[in-house]
């Protein structure tokens, strides 16, 4: 994906987008919020969430989810659901876990990973 084509996505009229900054005023983290389906599925929201290479493993992600979880819960959304979190991206999954998400399936070989090839894709879910 090019980057033009990535931000028009990331920033889309459907989104509300978020970013994370460190203390010199870096950005090192972004966050998009949405409703997951229209109509009748409203209520419950997707987010997409990237956190840059240098500030992996600095809590970076976890505060952006849980700010995503509480401005989601004051949106009134009811629950917030991940529709495709690659599977050997275990450091998202062990977080989204803790968390409170829970894998509710598995998309088998969704997803095709640049180094391990063809892996599952998971669906993810927590109520608010």
């Not at 997951?36 to 493993?57: D, E, K, L, P, S």
């Not at 995503?68 to 979190?85: D, I, P």
Request: hydrophobic letters at 40%; one cysteine or more; aromatic letters at 10%.
């Amino acid at each position: 994906m090019s980057e033009a084509d990535a931000l028009t996505y990331w920033l889309a009229s459907d989104k509300e987008t978020f970013v994370a900054e460190d203390d010199s005023g870096a950005i090192v983290g972004t966050y998009f919020i949405r409703p997951n389906q229209a109509g009748g599925g409203r209520h419950v929201c997707n987010c997409g969430y990237m956190t840059h290479a240098a500030a992996t493993g600095k809590g970076i992600a976890r505060r952006m989810c849980e700010h995503s979880l509480e401005l989601a819960q004051n949106s009134g959304f009811r629950a917030m659901q991940f529709n495709f979190v690659v599977s050997t991206n275990v450091r998202a999954v062990r977080l989204w876990q803790s968390l409170g998400f829970e894998i509710l399936t598995r998309l088998p070989l969704a997803f095709h990973h640049p180094t391990a090839g063809y892996v599952d894709a998971l669906v993810m879910y927590r109520r608010l």
